[in-house]
T-cell receptor, first 113, second 110 residues
């Protein structure tokens, strides 16, 4: 079965611009979470969506936002990009119920110049 | 506030020997713990998990130990193989949100 698909794989943006990242979860997975990975910081939780509703939110500024569509696909938006936003952004999907853990996509590598 | 910590950024082990990766957590409400493995340019993949009602879970060459009183878990890989070279993340949860450590980069030397 298809895994978690993230597009695009790589992105280069200029400071001040905005960016939208996309995530298609595994079929049947209704929960989608987003993480930011930077060297030395590990995986920092951004937010989680379940049935089109944001269920949990991490400690990131309001420039980071997301949404989930009725087909469970999710998008993440970052406005007014800063150099420090350069990171690998990972999307993970899961079945209802935390004991199933996550299945991660390969990520979108965002570079802000 | 890092609720899950992996204090060793890197570890090198000879092929065939044991690899021990450590993880500490601060939240006593965590009741489920997982280990993920990540290769470059790929997303993390699930490796093994343990519930707080257990103190050990084994899956082939991989064993996870949980010491609740010390708020510590460890992953043992025996024997280590060059293909095990990757970054390993531990994660913990008490609800819908998973908290990840900063990762330990394991290098298995042939």
């Amino acid at each position: 079965k298809a895994g978690v698909t993230q597009t695009p794989r790589y992105l280069i943006k200029t400071r001040g611009q905005q960016v939208t990242l996309s995530c298609s979860p595994i079929s049947g997975h209704r929960s989608v979470s987003w993480y930011q990975q930077t060297p030395g910081q590990g995986l920092q939780f951004l937010f989680e969506y379940f049935s089109e509703t944001q269920r949990n939110k991490g400690n990131f500024p309001g420039r980071f936002s997301g949404r989930q569509f009725s087909n469970s696909r999710s998008e993440m938006n970052v406005s007014t990009l800063e150099l420090g936003d350069s990171a690998l952004y990972l999307c993970a999907s899961s079945l209802v119920g935390r004991y199933y853990g996550y299945t991660f996509g390969s990520g979108t590598r965002l570079t802000v110049v | 506030d890092q609720q899950v910590k992996q204090n060793s950024p890197s570890l090198s082990v000879q092929e065939g020997r044991i690899s021990i990766l450590n993880c500490d957590y601060t939240n006593s409400m965590f009741d489920y713990f997982l280990w993920y493995k990540k290769y470059p340019a790929e997303g993390p993949t699930f490796l093994i998990s343990i519930s707080s009602i257990k103190d050990k879970n084994e899956d082939g060459r991989f064993t996870v130990f949980l010491n609740k009183s010390a708020k510590h878990l460890s992953l043992h890989i025996v024997p280590s193989q060059p293909g095990d070279s990757a970054v390993y993340f531990c994660a913990a949860t008490s609800g819908n949100q998973f908290y990840f450590g900063t990762g330990t980069s394991l290098t298995v030397i042939p």
